[in-house]
């Protein structure tokens, strides 16, 4: 292979390279300001009504049921009723209830409590949380549905 063909295999750099920052910058702008938003609620929830140790983590099992609620209601709102703004999805919906939810908390909660001792707590948190949050998300979403069509003229 000679100089001049190795050069043509290089890989070029793009020149819609600023123009996606400049499209997708608001966009991750607005997740991280939702995200820390979420975050701070999250974590005001924990101070307000902190989890006993070795007990059922109740504080972040209801944060993330009611934040899952909230996004069944939310997504239903804005894709099938009332368009939003294109920043109003990755603020709220991936930023605020991203951050406020928290399933890492929860697989955190889950060790805590298998290697505290207490694996039917853990196992009884790991099968409730997934379940609740999703019968959350759909019974938000159906009744959502309802309510707004009810409302249509």
């Known amino acids: 292979m000679t100089a001049p063909e190795a050069e043509s295999l290089r890989i070029q ?13 608001p966009v991750v702008a607005a997740v991280a300001l939702g ?3 979420g975050a701070a609620a999250r974590y005001a929830a924990s101070l307000w009504w902190p989890a006993q140790a070795g007990g059922f983590p109740w504080t972040t099992f209801w944060v993330n049921v009611a934040g899952c609620a909230v996004i069944g209601v939310f997504m239903v709102v804005i894709t099938e009723f009332r368009p939003a703004h294109r920043l109003v999805r990755p603020f709220f919906g991936t930023g605020v209830l991203g951050g406020f939810t928290t399933f890492s908390t929860y697989a955190v909660d889950i060790q ?25 998300v759909w019974l938000a979403a159906w009744s959502t549905r309802r309510v707004l069509k009810r409302r249509q003229p």
């Not at 290697?115 to 609740?132: E, F, I, S």
């Open 35 to 37: 995200g820390g938003a």
């Open 112 to 136: 805590k409590l298998a290697d505290g001792g207490h694996v039917r707590t853990g196992l009884t948190y790991l099968a409730a949380t997934p379940l609740a949050a999703l019968t959350a």
């Open 13 to 25: 750099p793009s020149a819609s390279h600023p123009t996606a920052w400049r499209a997708q910058g």
